[in-house]
Nanobody, 128 residues
Framework: QVQLVESGGGLVQPGGSLTLSCAASGFTLDYYTIGWFRQAPGKDREGGSSISRSAGSTYYAEAVKGRFTISRDNAKNAASRQMNSPKPEDTAVYYC?????????????????????WGQGTQVTVSS
């Protein structure tokens, strides 16, 4: 069964840090571009960051650039997202996704339609 499972969400104080993890099962993550998306209450889902298959390229949306870091560990079939200095506006359900598309990384980035598998999401609340 193909599955992506996020973990690590919870309550974090503004200015703190939190690491989200994404574990894949039923397929090998090596061949997939990985993206992290989020959906805040009352808003559409939006992309935040992505990482190429080899981890040689990364993309960050302006809203998270310099604060969040995406990484992957193909040996563990997993990915993670380090959230530093979170802000209340980062409160959202966070999703990881995997894209098998044979496209240049720059053509995938945060295009939701380019992703094939999605996790169920993990809630992150930034509040003091």
């Amino acid at each position: 069964q193909v599955q992506l499972v996020e973990s690590g969400g919870g309550l974090v104080q503004p200015g703190g840090s939190l690491t989200l993890s994404c574990a894949a099962s039923g397929f090998t993550l090596d061949y997939y571009t990985i993206g992290w998306f989020r959906q805040a209450p009352g808003k559409d889902r939006e992309g935040g960051s992505s990482i190429s298959r080899s981890a040689g390229s990364t993309y960050y949306a302006e809203a998270v650039k310099g604060r969040f870091t995406i990484s992957r560990d193909n040996a563990k079939n997993a990915a993670s997202r380090q959230m530093n200095s979170p802000k209340p506006e980062d409160t959202a359900v966070y999703y990881c996704a995997a894209s098998r598309r044979n496209l240049p990384f720059r053509s995938i980035l945060d295009r939701e339609s380019a992703y094939d598998f999605w996790g169920q999401g993990t809630q992150v609340t930034v509040s003091s």
